[in-house]
Nanobody, 119 residues
């Protein structure tokens, strides 16, 4: 199963910024919405933001006004610009296809990229 590849995570102080990137398969990327998910230790994976092929966006309440999702269809890449980071944003961040994640039994995830927000 071919999955998107995440990068760009790291250690940042509270209030800092990071930009995550996700490289996807061109054939799949071209017809699918893309989403960023995160999972903190001991917590369930949750949807952070998503974007359709036509650039319509969704944001979870806990990131509105701080994060921006975007996509470059020509590069088959989706980004997550994260500003004003908080310690509670610490998690492994994954990208995936929301339409596939919604399928019962679908459980194909990459390695993700670690984001740690700490002073």
């Amino acid at each position: 199963q071919v999955q998107p590849v995440e990068s760009g995570g790291g250690l940042v102080q509270p209030g800092g910024s990071l930009r995550l990137s996700c490289a996807a398969s061109g054939r799949i990327f071209s017809i699918n919405a893309m989403g960023w998910y995160r999972q903190a230790p001991g917590k369930a994976r949750e949807l952070v933001a998503s974007i359709t092929r036509n650039h319509n966006t969704y944001y979870a309440d806990f990131v509105k006004g701080r994060f921006t999702i975007s996509r470059d269809n020509a590069k088959n890449t989706v980004y997550l610009q994260m500003n004003n980071l908080r310690p509670e944003d610490t998690a492994v961040y994954y990208c995936n296809y929301p339409d596939r994640v919604a399928i019962l039994g679908y459980d194909y995830w990459g390695q993700g990229t670690q984001v740690t927000v700490s002073s």
